[in-house]
């Protein structure tokens, strides 16, 4: 059956950052965007919101964003939380599946089609390899979470057709345009909604000499890593300034 209302909850993740579109809000496109997009073509009613601020951890997306979700009385809700969490030096992951689970059972006693994310495996190289064993950890609630409300679940850890690189932008944090397609897939797959979009193309990385790979994480550091540490370092987030995206229903 068709979906009519469709409100998307998260971060930075769900907002669509790396895939750039100057007449969206925000300048964003992202993946809830093309899924909502295909949803629209299966429905005359359709509505579609995005609640998601970028650098929003697990607990304040649940404290924000849940009850004004519900109001907008959606039949499909997708939220993907806690990546931000993990990513910091210190995190209680049983505390923080603790809270995921009471809003997830909260979103999916309304009646909605929910849908959950497992973060991606960043594998034993790069750097996320240190904090791969928490992400597993954090997963394995994801996925009982899931099993527990019966919810639909986008496994991202199992997502392992190609090089990981090819799907982040710049920043080595957010996914570019083809990841973000990818993810959009992903959701309708799981959604078992056909669609006939047509895939982008691969990006193809250049093969960079050792001096080149070493000036290139210079700048990482100096534009992306950098201003990452000095804002957990003041407190602050990169979302502390940005409005919600698509705050009420609308077509797309």
């Keep these: ?19 750039p579109d100057p007449a969206r809000p925000n ?15 299966q429905s005359d009613d359709f509505g579609y919101a995005n609640l998601a601020i970028r650098g929003r951890k697990l607990k304040p997306i649940v404290a924000e964003q849940i009850e004004p979700a519900l109001a907008l009385s959606p039949d499909l809700i997708t939220i993907h939380a806690g990546a931000n969490d993990v990513l910091r030096p210190k995190v209680d992951l049983d505390d923080l599946a603790s809270a995921y689970d009471a809003a997830v059972e909260r979103l ?36 009982e979470i899931s099993e527990k409300h019966g919810t639909t679940l986008v496994d991202m850890w199992r997502m392992r057709d190609g090089d990981h690189a090819t799907v982040f932008d710049t920043d080595r944090m957010h996914l ?63 979302g502390d300034s940005v409005e919600v995206k698509r705050p009420t229903l609308g077509p797309i």
């Design 1 to 19: 059956m068709p979906f009519h209302r469709y409100v998307a909850l998260g971060d930075s993740f769900t907002e669509g950052l790396g895939d």
């Design 27 to 41: 300048g964003l496109r992202g993946w809830a965007d093309r899924v909502a997009e295909v949803l629209a073509t």
């Design 108 to 143: 999916s006693s309304s009646g909605a089609q929910v849908v959950l994310f497992t973060i991606f495996d960043p594998g034993n190289t790069g750097i996320y390899a240190a904090l791969r064993g928490r992400m597993a950890i954090f997963n394995e609630w994801v996925r």
């Design 176 to 238: 570019n345009s083809f990841g973000h397609q990818k993810i959009s897939f992903a959701v309708l797959d799981a959604l078992g909604v056909e669609h006939d979009v047509a895939p982008l193309d691969r990006p193809v990385l250049p093969t960079l000499t050792r001096s080149e790979q070493l000036r290139a994480n210079a700048i990482w550091t100096r534009d992306f890593l950098g201003p990452w540490v000095h804002r957990r370092l003041t407190g602050r987030s990169s």
